[in-house]
C-alpha cells in the first residue's frame, strides 16, 4: 500500500520549474491502483487518430499554452518520444493553469507501446510507418538517453578505368560520431542488446532513444523493421543519414559522395565523377 500511495504522489506532486518525467511502468501502476490521471497528447492530431492512449486529450504542442482546459488535476503529458522534446515544453505550459500538474511520460508514446500497455491502435496489418530525425532535433536532443546505431559502410571508390588519374581521388572519410555528437550516451553497431537508459533522473525501465544512421544504403530501414518485429518502438532515422551529417543538416553538397564513379573514354557516356 505505501508503495501505490508513493506512485500516486508521484504523478500529482507539484513541482518547480521545468516538468520531470515518470516511467511508463509507474504510470500503469497508478492507474492500475486507481489513481486519476488525465492523459494530453501533444502531438499533431493527424497521428494522435492513428493511435493513442486510451481517453487522452489531444492538445498539439504548439497550441498547449492558448488551450482552455478544466483543472484537470495530475496531467501526464506525451508526444512521440522520439527526441523533439515537445512534451516538456508543453508540459510547461500546462503546468501553469489553474488546477493542473503536470509531468512527463519518459520516453512518449513510443515507449508506452514498447510496454505493452493499452493503446487505441487497431490490431492486424497496417501501412509501415517509419519514424525520421532530422539533424537540426538531433543536435538538439544529444543526451545520455540518446543512443546513435552507426549502420554506415566505409566508402568505396570503383575504379571502371585503373589507367584514369581521376580514379586515384580517394573518397571522403565518414564523420567521426563520437566528435559530431560528443553528447550521446553511447554509439553502437547494433540495436539489439542496448542497455537501458541511465539518464539521471529517468528510470531503468525505459529504453534509450536509438537513433539509426546508414549512408543512403537502405540499411537503416532494414534494420527497422527489424526493430519493430522485435517489440522495439522507440527508434528513429536520421533523415539523410552520412550525407545530412557532412552538411551539418544544411542543404546542397558540402563535400564529394562517398562513392566516386569513373567511366572509360568511348563508353558512350561523358567522363564524370559523381558528387
Known amino acids: 500500500m505505501k508503495k501505490l500511495l508513493a506512485i500516486c504522489?508521484?504523478?500529482?506532486?507539484?513541482?518547480?520549474?521545468?516538468?520531470?518525467?515518470?516511467?511508463?511502468?509507474?504510470?500503469?501502476?497508478?492507474?492500475?491502483?486507481?489513481?486519476?490521471?488525465?492523459?494530453?497528447?501533444?502531438?499533431?492530431?493527424?497521428?494522435?487518430?492513428?493511435?493513442?492512449?486510451?481517453?487522452?486529450?489531444?492538445?498539439?504542442?504548439?497550441?498547449?499554452?492558448?488551450?482552455?482546459?478544466?483543472?484537470?488535476?495530475?496531467?501526464?503529458?506525451?508526444?512521440?518520444?522520439?527526441?523533439?522534446?515537445?512534451?516538456?515544453?508543453?508540459?510547461?505550459?500546462?503546468?501553469?493553469?489553474?488546477?493542473?500538474?503536470?509531468?512527463?511520460?519518459?520516453?512518449?508514446?513510443?515507449?508506452?507501446?514498447?510496454?505493452?500497455?493499452?493503446?487505441?491502435?487497431?490490431p492486424g496489418l497496417k501501412p509501415e510507418e517509419t519514424p525520421f530525425i532530422t539533424y537540426a532535433d538531433l543536435e538538439k536532443v544529444q543526451s545520455d538517453d540518446v543512443v546513435l546505431v552507426d549502420l554506415r559502410k566505409e566508402p568505396k571508390q570503383v575504379r571502371e578505368d585503373a589507367g584514369d588519374p581521376r580514379s586515384t581521388t580517394p573518397p571522403e572519410p565518414l564523420?567521426?560520431?563520437?566528435?559530431?555528437?560528443?553528447?550521446?550516451?553511447?554509439?553502437?553497431?547494433?540495436?539489439?542488446?542496448?542497455?537501458?537508459?541511465?539518464?539521471?533522473?529517468?528510470?531503468?525501465?525505459?529504453?534509450?532513444?536509438?537513433i539509426l544512421i546508414d549512408n543512403g544504403d537502405g540499411s537503416a530501414q532494414a534494420t527497422a523493421r527489424q526493430l519493430k518485429a522485435n517489440g522495439v518502438t522507440r527508434f528513429a532515422i536520421l533523415a539523410g543519414g552520412e550525407v545530412a551529417i557532412a552538411r551539418k543538416g544544411r542543404p546542397g553538397s558540402s563535400r564529394a559522395s562517398s562513392t566516386i564513379v569513373i567511366h572509360r573514354p568511348g563508353d558512350g557516356i561523358n567522363n564524370s565523377t559523381n558528387k
Open 175 to 210: 564523420t567521426d560520431l563520437h566528435k559530431e555528437f560528443a553528447k550521446v550516451r553511447g554509439i553502437t553497431h547494433s540495436p539489439f542488446n542496448v542497455p537501458q537508459s541511465r539518464q539521471a533522473g529517468t528510470s531503468a525501465n525505459t529504453k534509450p532513444l536509438l
Open 9 to 122: 504522489c508521484l504523478c500529482s506532486a507539484p513541482f518547480a520549474g521545468a516538468a520531470t518525467a515518470v516511467s511508463p511502468v509507474e504510470v500503469q501502476r497508478a492507474v492500475d491502483a486507481g489513481e486519476k490521471i488525465t492523459f494530453i497528447d501533444v502531438r499533431p492530431t493527424a497521428v494522435f487518430k492513428n493511435g493513442h492512449i486510451p481517453g487522452a486529450i489531444n492538445v498539439p504542442a504548439a497550441l498547449a499554452s492558448q488551450k482552455q482546459l478544466p483543472p484537470l488535476g495530475a496531467v501526464i503529458v506525451y508526444d512521440d518520444g522520439l527526441g523533439r522534446e515537445s512534451a516538456f515544453e508543453a508540459a510547461d505550459a500546462l503546468a501553469k493553469k489553474t488546477g493542473i500538474t503536470a509531468r512527463v511520460l519518459e520516453g512518449g508514446f513510443a515507449a508506452w507501446e514498447s510496454s505493452r500497455a493499452n493503446t487505441t491502435k487497431a
